[in-house]
């Protein structure tokens, strides 16, 4: 039987204020205590080595007006303090500290241990909006025929300062593919019918796992759009999507290779794709420039303009890359 301490979510840190580090604690005991029969969140956290933000995005999982939340932590052995502040939370958590291989292969381990409904995975230096499970569990009973949704996204500082919103709109696939489309992952949730059917993330990939998932995602089930703030992406220059972007375009373009063995790819999509491969060579070539390689920002280039000449000549490109922000998550 569940008991009032093993519901209850530690103090904060001191001087900490706000969501997520005040929340109703009782409301939140109350809730859990009551036995509900709403779905259950499973939400899987990869970690290695945040101890600055990862009680953060723990509080901002377990602090939801919600029941039935699965924490799954899956920490690849670090050497911070986060082991402590898992111990700390230790009556809240399902967690393991491991050698692991990696980001993608953590996700794997913990959907392996998720018994959830709806499905999640979430960065542990990100953080959800406060009462998004219920606006998503709403929103998957308002609408049965959806499978996934995302939403839009805070960018924050290492602070927790917001430095910009963005909102996305609904998904547009060729956009995507184009790499021009921006489907912020922390905002993603999934029925558990698409894990069961997609199964597990390709752990061959390092960065570019979740557009791989998602594009997997996109030609089976329906994904809708939530037009509201579900979640913030810290953005910072030693977060592995900011410090490697110059690496994504081999991965995009493997991606993009197996996403097109596929014989479910709809021929008006097939019949433009090297649109596709071209626009990730171009963002490939911009990444390197901002980085200042420029052998490599040649490269690309090059193979931009040998993929489809006409792509790169497009000003719409050029408009898209100059919003574009070199810290910014994919």
Not at 154 to 174: K, R, V
Request: glycine residues 4%; negative net charge; charged residues 25%.
């Amino acid at each position: 039987m569940t008991t009032f301490e093993d519901c209850r979510i530690p103090e904060p840190l001191p001087m900490r204020k706000g969501w997520p580090w005040q929340c109703d604690s009782e409301e939140i005991i109350q809730a859990d205590l009551g036995q509900s029969n709403e779905v259950t969140f499973s939400i899987i956290v990869p970690s290695y080595c945040q101890g600055p933000y990862i009680e953060e995005t723990i509080r901002s999982i377990l602090c939801q007006d919600w029941s039935s939340i699965e924490c799954i932590v899956m920490d690849g052995a670090s050497t911070d303090k986060t082991v402590d502040i898992l111990k700390k939370y230790d009556s809240r958590l399902i967690w393991r500290s491991e050698p692991d291989n990696g980001q993608t292969n953590a996700i794997n381990k913990g959907l392996r241990l998720c018994t959830g409904d709806i499905i999640a995975y979430l960065n542990s230096d990100d953080t959800y909006e406060p009462g998004v499970f219920r606006l998503v569990a709403d929103y998957f009973a308002a609408h049965p025929e959806a499978d996934m949704v995302f939403g839009n996204v805070n960018h924050i500082d290492p602070e927790s300062n917001i430095i910009e919103t963005l909102a996305p709109g609904p998904l547009d696939l060729e956009e995507y593919l184009c790499a021009n489309f921006y489907l912020p992952q922390p905002t993603v949730f999934f029925r558990r019918r698409v894990f069961e059917e997609i199964g597990f993330f390709d752990d061959t990939l390092n960065l570019g796992m979740d557009l791989d998932y998602w594009l997997r995602v996109v030609l089976k089930f329906r994904i809708d759009y939530i037009p509201h703030i579900l979640a913030n992406a810290r953005i910072y220059p030693e977060a592995k999507s900011s410090a490697m972007r110059h690496l994504y375009v081999e991965e995009r373009r493997k991606i993009l290779d197996k996403f097109f063995t596929s014989p479910d790819v709809p021929e008006d999509v097939r019949a433009k794709k090297d649109t596709f491969y071209s626009n990730i060579y171009l963002h490939g070539s911009y990444d390197n420039l901002c980085i200042g390689h420029y052998r490599d920002c040649l490269h690309y280039l090059n193979k931009s303009l040998r993929t489809d000449p006409r792509n790169v000549a497009r000003p719409k490109n050029y408009v898209l890359l100059a919003k574009k922000k070199l810290f910014r998550k994919t």
